[in-house]
């Protein structure tokens, strides 16, 4: 051996632009370089910027590997630094060259500290020699992963283990479970925040039991979307329900939920539920007319499969087949997050029920994008969607064990800013 380390800088070109702006993905592919070359990962640290761009390091115990991305360049620096005879950073470096699919590069490799220069002294390090036992012992290293729900001019940060649960690509898009630090396991769909098992219930309890108890009576009901089952299981705790079709287009969220998600898959087996994996909106399309008592609109942002479901010959559908006494609740997007599909879809169900007959519920829940998040009603005969039997909801709640709706938030979530106000006006 004639140096203390090989150091590794490398210039990865005309890579794939997407794997460069995956945090999950680049930690997972440098802790793989790490281990292929032959190190002893101790821990790993990578942030997500906002556009986009990764950086990140994984420290082990010869030393380190790090990268920064550029994915509007497809480009990528990595510096891979090992010391000791065993360890191998072109293994390393070949592993990384395949994940990025980079199609071409520059490397230069420098040995440093040489150790033709040097003279080594005798030192005591008996102190340390403890630490470094015990650190063997870890068969586990700590990991440190940003995943980031962005836009052009806002994001949401979620620190993660990086630990990746399931990650699957369906014909629609890209689906993960991932366990973050403080919010539990997370569903992400196209690098998009679904929900988290900590905060999940501010979600599935508003779209289902404001409306449930405004109703009165609802028997049988249609969920379009809703792949993580939150919003089945808080449909199926009322007793007045006869049956449940759930209309979901990606049975890889259905499946993800039911391997990792236990919290939120709880009722896939309840007798009264009729799943279907297939395109809602022409469910929707060959239902018949007046065949359900509410519609509930369990969608994601306006992009994708879930493109369709903000338009208004699908709220036209709806309302066709809804009941007389029938409610429509939709996923209603962010008024600060996303205002202009806000505003549009407000517009759009105005168009088809009329405005009078249409609302808007706010509610707070921490992992989307801004912190608040709508929900739009519309009904058919123009009932009033905020007046229920306080008494009946708050035992109900009690004997449910909600975690966020009650009688008060029922009256509040209909209480608008004045800025909100002036967009739905």
Known sequence: MESLGRHILVEFACCNPDVMNDVTGIEQAMVKAAEDAGATVINSNFHHFSPYGVSGVVVIQESHLAIHTWPEYQYAAVDLFTCGEEVNPWHAFDQLKEVFQSKSYNAMELHRGSLNLMERIEYNAENFRKIAEDREKINKFKRSTWFTDKDENIALSLRTSGEVLYDEHSDYQRVRVMESNGFGKMLAIDNMVMCTERDEYHYHEMISHPAMFAHGNPE????????????????????????????????????????????????????????????????????????????????????????????????QECKRVLKQDGILVTQGESPIFNKDVFVDLNKCLKSVFDADKVDVMLFQIPTYPSGIWSFQLATKNGNDLKKIDADKVDNFVEANDLQYYNSGIHTATYCLPNYVKKLVK
């Open 220 to 315: 049988r009901v249609l969920v379009i979307g809703g792949g993580d089952g939150g919003t089945i299981r808080e449909v199926l705790k009322h007793d007045s329900i006869k049956e449940v079709v759930m209309v979901e287009i990606d049975g890889k969220v259905v499946e993800a939920s039911k391997l990792h998600l236990p919290q939120l898959s709880a009722e896939f087996d309840n007798p009264k539920l009729d799943l279907k994996i297939a395109d809602g909106i022409q469910y929707v399309k060959d239902a018949a007319n007046e065949s359900f008592d509410m519609i509930l609109v369990d969608g994601s942002d306006p992009v994708g499969p879930a493109e369709g479901l903000f338009n208004a010959p699908f709220y």
